[in-house]
Structure formats: C-alpha cells, structure tokens
C-alpha cells in the first residue's frame, strides 16, 4: 500500500524543509558568485592586455601544432581579445561559437545572481538532448572550418 508506514498508520504530512542557503546573509550568497566573476574579469583583462595575435605570449594549440587541424577552441583567445576591445566583427571571426559562450555566461551569471540574492539556488539540470544538440553543433563547427570551402571559419 502506498503513503502507510509499515505498521499500517499514514505519516503525518511534514513540511518542505527550507533550503540552507535561505537564511545566509546577503554579502555570504553572493560570495561566489562575486568571486567567478572577478576571476572571469581577471582571465578577459589579461587576454586583453597581452595580444594573442603577437607570437610567443600564449602556448600554440597541441592539435594546431601537430596535426594542422582547427579544434573548436582555436581563435578563442583572439575571440577574447577582439571582444575585449568591443572589435564584435573580429571577435566573430575568431571564434564565433566563443562570442555564444561569453554572452551565455553573462545571462547565466546574471540569472545565478538574482536567484542568490532572492536566496534561491541556481539549478542547471540540461536534458540529454541538448547537451547532444551542443555537442552536434561543436563537432559540425568544427568539421566546417577545417574543410576547403570553410576557410572563412579559420581564426
């Protein structure tokens, strides 16, 4: 029998337990939030400061190097640097699925902050689906840019 305890009585209906993080001051859930988006911010000033275009300052990358294939990251400091420096054109060159990414994190920084200081926590829970729809995505991005006719995909 379903809702009876096994000595035959019903429980008592109980009450949703309050989430931990409910009573927390304000300053104390917005800790890590405030502490991803300075190390962000850290990463952005960094690449946009030192220029990726000028050899020597970042490591090439291993499947550039060794294979001469585009992985889906390449450009992306460029991309970085490019949008930085409010260059969006150049910055959408690079490394245009880069661009979805920052602005993506910006959205979901943002949602993350609200529902913190709202004292509700942030769930992320993607279907399968979409994480496969990505992955396609990615891999067919990928594919392009390093075929003859997707040069103009290349960083």
């Known amino acids: 029998m379903r809702g009876v305890n096994a000595d035959g009585r019903t429980p008592a209906p109980t009450a949703p337990a ?36 000028e050899p020597g300052h970042y490591p090439v990358c291993p499947l550039l190097r060794f294979t001469g294939l585009y992985c889906p990251g390449c450009g992306g400091l460029r991309s970085a640097h490019a949008f930085v420096h409010g260059d969006l054109p150049a910055a ?23 529902r913190a200081a709202r004292g509700r926590p942030l769930r992320i829970d993607p279907r399968p689906a979409h994480l496969w729809a990505f992955g396609a995505l990615l891999l067919v991005f990928t594919v392009v840019r390093n075929l003859p006719f997707g040069g103009w995909l290349h960083p």
């Open 92 to 114: 959408l060159h690079a490394n245009a699925p880069a661009v979805v990414a920052y602005v993506g994190f910006a959205v979901l920084w943002t949602v993350w902050v609200v």
């Open 18 to 53: 309050a989430p931990a993080h409910r009573g927390r001051p304000l300053p104390r859930r917005l800790a890590v939030p405030a502490g991803i988006l300075a190390a962000v911010a850290g990463a952005f000033a960094y690449v946009g400061a030192v220029d990726p275009n």
